[in-house]
């Protein structure tokens, strides 16, 4: 049983409009068509696919768990973060600078790789993945 690639991940965020926002206005992605879930929330597209998926206030019914904003996760069991590829290293850094967003760098041992490492505003980890031409790019 192979599986194919990643489809989407979902997160049900504290406040839905500025996950939103910082997933659209920092990051680049795209907000979509979504079909009518009954409950508001957001696709967000990433290269044409809904990559992220935003769960809005929802009723609980049978196998529908919902977890509510009054508790911040700080932990998501062994969950550690979602990596995007990316492009435009230099302006990436400038555009996180430039909204306050915090966020670490480091360049991958052999193949150089250049990666920076973000939370949105939930604590969910972010990885951007650039290639090396774009490393070597930024600190021309």
């Known amino acids: 049983m ?3 690639v990643l489809q989407h991940y979902t ?11 910082f997933y659209c206005d920092v990051l680049g992605l795209e907000n979509g068509d979504r079909p009518p879930l009954g ?3 957001y696709w967000l597209y990433s290269g044409g696919v809904a990559t992220v998926h935003l769960l809005g206030p929802r ?3 049978e196998g529908i768990t919902v ?3 009054d508790k ?4 998501t069991g062994r969950f550690d973060h979602i990596a995007f590829a990316a492009t435009d290293l230099a302006g990436v850094r400038q555009r996180l600078r ?4 915090k966020f670490r760098e480091n360049i991958v041992p052999r193949t150089g790789a250049g990666q920076i490492f973000l939370h949105d505003p939930d604590g969910v980890g972010v990885e951007l993945n650039f290639p090396p ?8």
């Open 2 to 4: 192979p599986l194919g």
């Open 11 to 21: 997160i049900e965020p504290s406040d839905l409009e500025r996950t939103k926002d």
């Open 39 to 41: 409950f508001p929330g």
């Open 59 to 61: 009723v609980p019914r």
């Open 67 to 69: 977890r509510g904003t």
């Open 72 to 75: 911040k996760f700080d932990d």
């Open 98 to 101: 430039s909204k306050s967003v």
């Open 133 to 140: 031409e774009e490393v070597q790019k930024a600190q021309a």
